[in-house]
């Protein structure tokens, strides 16, 4: 019994360990990339079954050892990863000016959740400034219309399938367009939105397509930088949001926010799992809020769970002034060729100009 334990433990080990450091190589394909999502847990898998080895060291130290070194280092590269996402008191606003503030609050409902109440309800308790819905069909439309009292600047396309999307604003809505980012065929909103002070500032809405195993991630990594470009060419600073089908931990994620000077209020506030509201374990971020210089974070907020796969998440902002623009994008080298490289290979035309 024992020497199937130990045997067990060993292949526990190495299956983890490898799971881990897979993702590491760049590659579009969802099933390399899907093991991106799952850090958390593999670290906390990890840590246990490390433990589990540990009577079996004295008995056989030499292969034991060899992959304890392993998940070690797995662990290492996890903690590495997770390290900026740790509650470790990030930079928060504490004082903002009601007329400067922006609350955006995003929530996948989940096609086929057909109970609209609790999520009303929730909305209508935290009483955000924006309110981006997913995965909403014609049956969620006239769910949502008790929004529009205090809400009435809507911008939505309605697909009959996953993809359909909507956005709720008491706020004012410039030019607001329904897009199909990179020739994808999951529509984005873009639009402009009137701040209290009469400033305009930018916002993308998205929700590119979830994990198929057997495909590739290029579509999604194409809308992302497609709507980084967006962002990029706009005066004015901009707020990207969504279900956007990817952690912030990941390349192309990780991509986006340094081409279009994006910042993630998670950092430094905490992981903040926003699916799978369903189970208790499988959850990681794939909701996000991403700001551009300009804006300061006062508060990360993950709401009740109301039925969906998803938590709302919200991401209260605060202007700093009309006079603070953008950061400059961060760019590594070759940041602009690999986008586009995706973008080509996507079949648009759509091109990043260098900075």
């Known amino acids: 019994m024992k020497a199937v334990a130990h045997y067990t433990l060993v292949l526990l080990a190495v299956i983890f360990a490898a799971a881990s450091l897979i993702p590491l190589i760049p590659t579009e394909w969802w099933a390399v990339r899907l093991l991106d999502f799952p850090r958390l847990p593999l670290a906390a898998a990890l840590v246990v079954v490390g433990l589990g080895l540990l009577p079996f060291l004295r008995r056989s130290p030499g292969s034991v050892g060899s992959v304890l070194a392993l998940a070690t280092g797995a662990l290492a590269v996890h903690a590495f990863i997770l390290w900026p996402y740790l509650p470790t008191g990030g930079t928060r606003l504490d004082v903002c000016p009601v007329e400067r503030r922006l609350s955006v609050l995003v929530a996948n409902v989940q096609f086929g959740n057909r109970d609209a109440r609790p999520l009303v309800e929730a909305i209508r308790r935290i009483d955000p400034d924006l309110f981006l819905a997913m995965e909403t069909d014609a049956w969620w439309?006239?769910?949502?219309?008790?929004?529009?009292?205090?809400?009435?600047?809507?911008?939505?396309?309605?697909?009959?399938?996953?993809?359909?999307?909507?956005?709720?604003?008491?706020?004012?809505?410039?030019?607001?367009?329904?897009?199909?980012?990179?020739?994808?065929?999951?529509?984005?909103?873009?639009?402009?939105?009137?701040?209290?002070?009469?400033?305009?500032?930018?916002?993308?809405?998205?929700?590119?397509?979830?994990?198929?195993?057997?495909?590739?991630?290029?579509?999604?990594?194409?809308?992302?930088?497609?709507?980084?470009?967006v962002l990029r060419e706009r005066v004015e600073p901009g707020v990207l949001a969504g279900d956007l089908?990817?952690?912030?931990?990941?390349?192309?994620?990780?991509?986006?926010?340094?081409?279009?000077?994006?910042?993630?209020?998670?950092?430094?506030?905490?992981?903040?799992?926003?699916?799978?509201?369903?189970?208790?374990?499988?959850?990681?971020?794939?909701?996000?809020?991403?700001?551009?210089?300009?804006?300061?974070?006062?508060?990360?907020?993950?709401?009740?769970?109301?039925?969906?796969?998803?938590f709302p998440y919200l991401v209260r902002l605060c202007r700093a002034s009309d006079r603070a623009g953008k950061a400059p994008p961060l760019e590594k080298a070759g940041d602009v060729d690999v986008a586009n490289a995706v973008l080509a290979a996507a079949g648009t035309t759509e091109r990043l100009e260098r900075r």
């Open 141 to 229: 439309d006239e769910a949502l219309k008790p929004l529009l009292g205090s809400m009435p600047h809507v911008l939505q396309r309605i697909t009959g399938s996953y993809y359909g999307i909507h956005l709720f604003s008491r706020l004012p809505l410039v030019n607001g367009e329904i897009r199909h980012l990179a020739g994808q065929d999951t529509p984005a909103i873009v639009t402009g939105v009137t701040l209290r002070t009469g400033e305009v500032v930018s916002f993308v809405g998205l929700h590119p397509k979830p994990p198929q195993v057997w495909q590739s991630a290029r579509g999604r990594d194409a809308e992302l930088y497609a709507a980084a470009d």
């Open 245 to 310: 089908n990817a952690t912030p931990w990941e390349i192309a994620v990780e991509r986006t926010q340094r081409l279009a000077g994006l910042i993630d209020p998670r950092r430094g506030y905490g992981y903040v799992a926003t699916w799978n509201a369903k189970s208790a374990w499988m959850r990681w971020p794939l909701d996000h809020v991403l700001h551009q210089g300009g804006f300061a974070t006062r508060a990360v907020e993950r709401h009740s769970a109301f039925g969906s796969d998803h």
